[in-house]
């Protein structure tokens, strides 16, 4: 006579069906990517450099807090984890035919920042995403259209005809003027007394497959990066 108990086979196929669907939620695809719009909410951004004069880079504005993750979640709601790491930005002389003041040139350390955060994805990882805000001038509303200009005359005779390597959005995103540089993601904008550029990328699903998720990213996210920016400059 058997001594083999009933229930056995029974257990053995419920655990069969919980395998099966711990694996079946490894393999889920993560929620839709989710895309917002600029809503700016940080202070105003108060540079008062004097008339046809640079700002001592001493009171530049640190370019981690320009940015809150409140702005950044306005655009990509789905957005976490933020971590930011500050990036050195030199200043030389931008005027070569005249000397420079002192305290307008040298090293600002937190002339630029790095902003990475997590966004949805099959494959997990701590962060995914990043956008990157750099300062190039602080300067005399004056001083900086004429350092925009040159930067941007220069980059369109070398980018000839190409529109992949060079566009003039002009005052598209609510600065004074935008420009693609080169065949990267980068947007260089002016307001104010402020000359900046904008740039990232991510390898979140729902941003697209390289090479059309920078243009995705740019055009998705970093233009609503500068939106935001724009509206708090002076």
């Known amino acids: 006579m058997s001594s083999r108990n009933p229930g056995r ?3 053995a ?5 919980c395998a099966s669907v711990v694996l079946a939620g490894c393999d ?24 046809g004069r640079s700002l001592p880079i001493a009171q530049w504005p640190n370019a981690c807090e ?6 950044i979640r306005a655009i990509l709601p789905q957005a976490k984890d933020f971590e930011r790491r500050p990036v050195k930005v030199t200043i030389i002389n ?4 005249q000397k420079s003041e002192p305290g307008t040139t040298g090293d600002v350390p937190a002339g630029g920042c790095e902003t990475e955060f997590a966004l949805p994805a099959k494959y997990k990882a701590k962060h995914n995403s990043k956008v990157r805000i750099v300062f190039k001038t ?19 005779k070398e980018a000839g005809q190409d529109t992949k390597k060079f566009r003039d959005l002009q005052g598209s995103l609510g600065a004074a003027g935008c420009y693609t540089e080169d065949t990267t993601n980068n947007l260089i904008c002016h307001q104010g007394p402020y000359e900046f550029e904008v740039s990232g990328m991510s390898t979140a699903d729902g941003v697209g497959k390289y090479p059309d998720s920078e243009e995705n990213w740019r055009d998705k996210v970093l233009t609503e990066v500068v939106r935001t920016l724009s509206a708090r400059m002076t």
């Open 9 to 11: 086979p029974v257990l």
């Open 13 to 17: 196929a419920a655990a069969v069906v």
């Open 28 to 51: 889920s695809a993560p929620p839709a990517l989710q895309f917002g719009s600029a809503k700016p909410s940080g202070a105003r951004l108060e540079a008062r450099p004097a008339a």
């Open 66 to 71: 320009v940015l809150s993750d409140e702005e």
């Open 94 to 97: 931008f005027n070569p035919l």
């Open 138 to 156: 602080v300067a005399d509303a004056a001083l900086v259209a004429d350092a925009y200009a040159e930067d941007r005359d220069k980059e369109a």
